[in-house]
């Protein structure tokens, strides 16, 4: 009889804290809150406005170094235009540890997704909710109010040094351009407009066989 107590006690006590566990609110992450970067000074190389001090990863994503171990990062403009109309963006989520060349953020398309790798390694400590929001400011301002997120990265001087930066990215970009009308060609698609960049949205004009070599091509996912 005394065993039987015991074993009803013990139920009594597993089921009081099962529903109490159950009436407790999930752990809220915060994330730290970042003001937008101030308007980056526009250098022309080879053709193309470059921010001055951005670095950028060969997948088209950029980081700018703010000092305290702290990196902004963001898809730059040939990235932007040739997805065109952004839909959603999805970031791996904050106390991330993400390294450099992993996937930080799906951005999807017209129905097209592409994983966006980071520029540098650390992890992730802020969101840009206005992007969330509106994914649109990807395309309308890549390189100030249309940023992704923000990482703390303790080795960012090492992982900068990985990525193209100063007079290395106008002529990086020309080469984007190149390869990118190369495999159009065959499509009858017209790759670029006026000023270099793609033509807006060009990568959800493609079948899908097309849109999958492209973005391997350019985004290295």
């Known amino acids: 009889m005394s065993i039987l107590f015991v074993l009803l006690t013990f139920l009594l006590i597993m089921s009081i804290t099962y529903f109490l566990r159950r009436e407790q609110p999930a752990a ?3 994330q730290r809150v970042f003001p937008q970067p101030p308007a980056p000074s526009m ?8 921010p001055k001090g951005y670095c950028f990863h060969p997948g088209h994503s950029w980081v700018l170094d703010e000092g305290r171990q702290n990196a902004r990062i963001g898809l730059d403009t040939f990235g932007a235009t040739l997805l065109g109309k ?3 963006v999805e970031v791996v989520g904050l106390n991330r540890w993400v390294r450099q060349g992993q996937k930080i953020c799906t951005i999807t398309c017209d129905g097209v997704s592409v994983d966006l790798l980071s520029p540098i390694e650390g992890v992730i400590i802020s969101v840009n909710q206005d992007v969330l929001k509106d994914p649109s400011l990807i395309l309308k301002d890549p390189y100030k109010a249309g940023w992704i997120c923000v990482v703390k990265s303790p080795e960012i001087n090492l992982n900068l040094n990985n990525l193209l930066q100063g007079a290395l990215v106008g002529s990086w970009m020309q080469n984007s351009v190149r390869r990118l009308s190369t495999m ?3 499509l009858g698609v017209a790759a670029a407009a006026d000023g270099g960049l793609p033509v807006s949205g060009l990568l959800a004009q493609l079948e899908p066989g097309a849109q999958r070599a492209m973005i ?3 985004f290295l996912t």
């Open 28 to 30: 809220v992450v915060e």
């Open 43 to 50: 250098m022309r190389e080879s053709g193309f406005d470059v």
């Open 86 to 88: 952004i839909t959603r």
């Open 184 to 186: 159009t060609a065959k």
């Open 216 to 218: 391997r091509e350019f």
